[in-house]
């Protein structure tokens, strides 16, 4: 009978992950302003696919912090990569991250990148 009790706490209370990691080298000559992803979800515990650092390159990137005004940036200069892994319940991503500045061009007329798991 316990077993029937236990079994759904162990679908339904897997845990949250919420993890970032930074890869050196770092470039401290640019600044951390802007922020561009590439994500994998994983849905139940399973992902498929790659998640890349030129495919990340390839998005518009999204301010940190409170910059008004510059949404869709292209990065033009980099900072730093790693990774980040968010996870709550069976619902996922596996992402690559890139942060760094933006000269101001490449604008484009699309607002900001969807929101992240």
């Known amino acids: 009978m316990r077993a029937?009790?236990?079994a759904p706490l162990v679908f339904l209370l897997p845990g949250c992950i919420w993890i970032s990691t930074e890869f050196p080298p770092i470039n401290p000559e640019v600044k951390k302003l802007?922020?561009?992803s590439d994500c994998v979800p994983i849905i139940f515990g399973f992902g498929f696919g790659?998640?890349?650092y030129e495919e990340a390159m390839?998005?518009?990137s999204a301010a940190i912090g409170h910059q008004p005004g510059t949404n869709s940036l292209k990065l033009t200069k980099v900072r730093g990569y790693g990774t980040g892994d968010y996870?709550?319940?069976m619902f996922g991503a596996k992402c690559v991250e890139v942060t760094?500045?933006?000269d101001g061009s490449g604008?484009?007329?699309?607002p900001l990148m969807p929101?992240?798991?």
């Open 87 to 89: 996870q709550f319940l």
């Open 50 to 52: 790659t998640a890349s």
């Open 115 to 117: 929101p992240r798991f």
């Open 4 to 6: 029937f009790l236990v």
């Open 58 to 60: 390839k998005k518009p």
């Open 107 to 110: 604008a484009d007329p699309i």
């Open 100 to 102: 760094g500045e933006s």
């Open 34 to 36: 802007r922020e561009v």
